[in-house]
């Protein structure tokens, strides 16, 4: 009988063989310190501000409507991570959305923010995620969140 070992998934992430990582994750990005990937308990604070920004912008336009917290979250995720590569808990918590395998802090352009924040705004892909410790909403997007 085969194995999920033998079969191999894209769950894993890539292959890289012991010795050769020279101090890097398997994204190539560094083990530690600035350029590193965010860990989840960061991440997750994060994403506990930026509800509650769009929270209290939903509270203060719309009387609080929990679909129009839901808009102003993706709104914001869109434009900010779209324009400046961070939303307000990113940048509060110092991380940055950068671009798989690009070295430095290009933006990662509307499209890929606008893939980024819609699959966020479904919760799902946000909350499963790889190896390499990125949600599936990264992964489609060819994103990773970062360390600044």
């Not at 050769?20 to 994403?47: K, N, Q």
Request: aromatic share 6%; proline share 3%; with cysteine.
């Amino acid at each position: 009988m085969a194995s999920r070992e033998d079969l191999g998934s894209w769950l894993n992430g890539g292959d890289v063989p012991k010795g050769e990582t020279d101090g890097r994750d398997g994204l190539g990005l560094p083990a530690s310190g600035p350029g590193s990937r965010a860990r989840l308990g960061r991440r997750v604070l994060a994403l506990v501000v930026d509800w509650a920004a769009a929270s209290a912008i939903s509270y203060a336009f719309f009387d609080y409507d929990s679909l129009a917290t839901l808009a102003v979250f993706a709104v914001m995720n869109l434009v900010l991570v779209s324009a400046v590569g961070s939303t307000l808990g990113h940048r509060l918590l110092r991380m940055q959305v950068r671009l798989v395998g690009v070295e430095g802090p290009h933006l990662v352009g509307f499209l890929r923010g606008a893939i980024r924040a819609v699959l966020v705004c479904l919760v799902i892909p946000a909350v499963v995620w790889d190896a390499d410790g990125r949600g599936l909403h990264d992964k489609a997007a060819g994103t990773v969140l970062v360390l600044r």
